[in-house]
């Protein structure tokens, strides 16, 4: 009840930022679209991380302002790769959405080297060359991001175990941040990332027992 006392709504609505408003409204649009598997979540893609450039750039959250570059980038491979296979699965005479997979074992290896490599050196370089006071958490979801967008150009069931981790740490970061909105939002997103991860495990079954 104390908590609920010392929670000034009026006070928290004057403090949003119209850019972290706007982001959010994106955000939302983007999580139901992935949740749904639509090919339409690469267009919301590409406006989302123009969005969240500014932000970052203005809390200092440097790691993730440059991540939103490497979005745009991998926004325009995933669609890309999305489209080529729609085409080949319309030329197959099959249903045009990509199929949804699982991915090889034998990437994993490689995925997890990778990442150590990218987690330490962004955490070293945001430690030491920026003033980023949470470097390595920054660097962690950075990271992690990176994993994410390119298991889910490829349509890989296991984007969502990433996104879960990467939505509770970040969740935790903007409410530090002051980021109260886009820190909900995170909140939101690890709840649906959950959901996501069975209804594509539902949507990769049905696709399986239609090519049978």
């Not at 970040?170 to 997103?189: H, V």
């Amino acid at each position: 009840m104390e908590i609920l006392q010392g929670f000034d709504m009026l006070s928290l609505l004057k403090g949003l930022d119209i850019v972290e408003v706007l982001g959010v409204l994106v955000g939302l649009i983007y999580l139901y679209q992935e949740y749904k598997g639509s090919i339409y979540l690469w267009i919301t893609g590409i406006i989302m991380p123009v969005i969240y450039i500014k932000l970052y750039h203005d809390t200092g959250l440097y790691a993730d302002m440059a991540c939103n570059i490497y979005y745009l980038l991998a926004t325009i491979y995933g669609l890309t790769v999305w489209l080529l296979a729609r085409k080949k699965q319309k030329e197959a005479g099959k249903k045009e959405e990509m199929p949804i997979t699982s991915m090889p074992t034998t990437y994993w290896l490689g995925i997890s080297i990778f990442s150590v490599i990218i987690f330490f050196a962004i955490g070293y370089g945001l430690a030491h060359y920026t003033d980023s006071t949470v470097p390595y958490l920054d660097s962690f979801t950075t990271t992690l991001s990176i994993v994410g967008m390119w298991q889910l150009a490829q349509k890989y069931i296991e984007q969502w175990f990433v996104w879960i981790a990467v939505d509770l740490v970040s969740t935790g970061l903007y409410f530090y941040k002051g980021l109260s909105l886009t820190a909900i939002l995170y909140l939101i997103y690890s709840i649906i990332a959950l959901a996501g991860y069975f209804k594509w495990r539902s949507m990769m079954q049905d696709m399986t027992q239609e090519d049978t």
